[in-house]
């Protein structure tokens, strides 16, 4: 079953310019993870939050969690064509198991 | 470098037969996935591994079975009873120590077609 739901499904921005992707999730978690996928590749691993943090940055990644409205959102600042690719956040909730979303496709023109 | 290697690449699969996708790591990682990828969809959780010798099904185990004879290695064997098993399969592990707060490294993963 699918834990995850990101929002947008997907997005179209220009090189230079913020990208928010939303995630929704349903149940208690262990912590959330945001992952990024490029055509035909294995996922990145780009970021973990815990569920007693609020916010974490990485680079130009900030990522934000709000257990009460059980939500997440990934903002990469002043985008660049190389951020083309597919994003993806997934839930943990127990004994390691990585429930993932849907994926949002963010496209980067430059 | 380590890592986590998966093969092949492409895989053809004829009607009715078994075949098996190799998945192997030298990360020193104790958990090991294997997950399904469709098309525009996410990931869905086939098997899982915490320590060697033993596994779990996740959510969509029918038609495929997995061993775990040594650490570094999760072969995925997709059998003929999986009807549609045409997709994308990835392999990851994960160091299960201290707190369990890591994330997964991913393989580049196996693109099987069944002709």
């Known amino acids: 079953s699918q834990q995850g739901e990101e929002d947008p499904q997907a997005l179209s921005i220009q090189e230079g310019e913020n990208a928010t992707m939303n995630c929704s999730y349903k149940?208690?978690?262990?912590?959330l993870q945001w992952y990024r996928q490029n055509s035909g590749r294995g996922l990145v691993h780009l970021i973990l939050?815990?569920?007693?943090?609020r916010e974490k940055h990485s680079g130009r990644l900030r990522v934000t969690l709000d257990t009460s409205k059980k939500s997440s959102s990934l903002l990469i600042t002043a985008s660049r064509a190389a951020d083309t690719a597919s994003y993806f956040c997934?839930?943990?909730?127990?004994?390691?198991?990585?429930?993932f979303g849907q994926g949002t496709e963010l496209s980067v023109k430059p | 470098d380590g890592g986590i290697t998966q093969s092949p690449k492409y895989l053809f699969r004829k009607e009715g037969q078994n075949v098996t996708l190799s998945c192997e790591q030298n990360?020193?990682?104790?958990?090991m996935y294997w997950y399904r990828q469709d098309p525009g969809q996410g990931l869905r959780l086939i098997y899982y591994?915490?320590?060697?010798?033993?596994?779990q099904k996740g959510d969509i185990a029918e038609g495929y079975s997995v061993s775990r004879e040594k650490k570094e290695s999760f072969p995925l064997t997709v059998t003929s009873a999986q009807k549609n098993p045409t997709a994308f399969y990835l392999c990851?592990?994960?160091?299960?120590?201290?707190?369990?707060?890591?994330?997964?490294?991913f393989g580049s993963g196996t693109r099987l077609t069944v002709v």
């Open positions: 939050i815990r569920s007693n943090e």
């Open positions: 591994s915490q320590i060697v010798n033993d596994f």
């Open positions: 990360l020193n990682h104790d958990a």
């Open positions: 997934a839930t943990e909730k127990g004994q390691g198991k990585l429930i």
């Open positions: 149940t208690s978690i262990n912590n």
């Open positions: 990851a592990s994960r160091w299960a120590g201290g707190e369990a707060n890591y994330g997964y490294t």
